[in-house]
Antibody
């Protein structure tokens, strides 16, 4: 059974940093691209960042480019999102989502339960 | 970047009704379009990919159609458990944008 479990969400002050983690099991981790998708309270889904199966192919939404860094450790079946210069508008539930292929050019067939990031003073 | 526009933003229909949601892309995305269902307080769930392929386990009352720039999600007979917000997504290349969502309620 495929499982994705996010952690690391917290209350952080504007300008602060936070690292999210996503642990995966139930599939051959290195063979699939992964993404982070967020959802602000009462709002829709926003794709944030994606990474290919090998880790060398990364992409970011314009809203987080230069502030967030996605990475993965295929030896530990872990996905990460390092977030810096956080803003109030980054407040959201952050989901880890598995792509249907290595490159990431596929829909998201499994999602984690999400972790809440709140940016507030 | 390619934008996705869903319509309507919300709808209310009776149990058993046929419901149609549309998603329009600002550029041709071939058939690289998915539909997701998010029930209140729950995680998004993949319903359809490649514009019309039903994900395993999804009831057959859900169907998708379209290619290029215009796509449709249809629920052939609305059920109470279909109350949710539905999102389309383009996924061939980044950014893998979502539509703004369509909230479906029971009348």
């Amino acid at each position: 059974e495929v499982q994705l479990a996010e952690s690391g969400g917290d209350l952080v002050q504007p300008g602060g940093s936070l690292r999210l983690s996503c642990g995966a099991s139930g599939f051959t981790f290195r063979n699939y691209a992964l993404s982070w998708v967020r959802q602000a309270p009462g709002k829709g889904l926003e794709w944030v960042s994606g990474i290919g199966g090998g880790g060398g192919n990364t992409h970011y939404a314009d809203s987080v480019e230069g502030r967030f860094v996605i990475s993965r450790d295929n030896s530990k079946n872990m996905l990460y999102l390092q977030m810096t210069s956080l803003r109030a508008e980054d407040t959201a539930v952050y989901y880890c989502a598995k792509s249907g292929n290595y490159l990431g050019s596929a829909s998201f067939d499994y999602w984690g339960q999400g972790t809440l990031v709140t940016v507030s003073s | 970047d390619i934008q996705l526009t869903q319509s309507p933003s919300s709808l209310s229909a009776s149990v058993g009704d046929r419901v149609t949601i549309t998603c329009r892309a600002s550029q041709d995305i071939s058939n690289y379009l998915a539909w997701y269902q998010q029930k209140p307080g729950k995680v998004p769930k993949l319903l359809i990919y490649a514009a019309f392929t039903l994900q395993s386990g999804v009831p057959s009352r859900f169907s998708g159609s379209g290619s290029g720039t215009d796509f449709t999600l249809t629920i052939s007979s609305l059920q109470p458990e279909d109350v949710a917000t539905y999102y389309c997504q383009k996924y061939k290349s980044a950014p893998q944008t979502f539509g703004q969502g369509t909230k479906v309620e029971i009348k």
